[in-house]
């Protein structure tokens, strides 16, 4: 199993910054990527970025250039810096990590933590 504690949520007026970080534990090996997602009232589930165990980094289109996923492969910890946030940037963010292999794939998620952006 891979535990997930994620951290640095809370209340940010637009325009401002905020990191969260993910911190893993447990059976990490062959975690073949971490990410993050989000989920504001009434809507389902999204990503929001990814970063690969080589460093190869996806982004939804609302966040390219204002977020920057990023990962410290000794603390085993995944980071999102969130920059120019915006008001429909609120959400509940949940960290996820993937094991998969051929056959299978095995996702992992955080208990996430709330963002919230006032205008």
């Known amino acids: 199993q891979v535990q997930l504690v994620e951290s640095g949520g809370g209340l940010v007026q637009a325009g401002g910054s905020l990191r969260l970080s993910c911190a893993a534990s447990?059976?990490?090996?062959?975690?073949?990527?971490m990410g993050w997602y989000r989920q504001a009232p009434g809507k389902q589930r999204e990503l929001v970025a990814t970063i690969t165990s080589g460093g190869s980094t996806n982004y939804t289109d609302s966040v390219k250039g204002r977020f920057t996923i990023s990962r410290d492969n000794a603390k085993n910890t995944v980071y999102l810096q969130m920059n120019s946030l915006k008001p429909e940037d609120t959400a509940v963010y949940y960290c996820?990590?993937?094991?998969?292999?051929?056959?299978?794939?095995?996702?992992?998620w955080g208990q996430g933590t709330q963002v919230t952006v006032s205008s």
């Open positions: 996820n990590a993937v094991r998969s292999g051929r056959w299978y794939r095995n996702d992992y």
């Open positions: 447990g059976t990490i090996f062959n975690i073949n990527s």
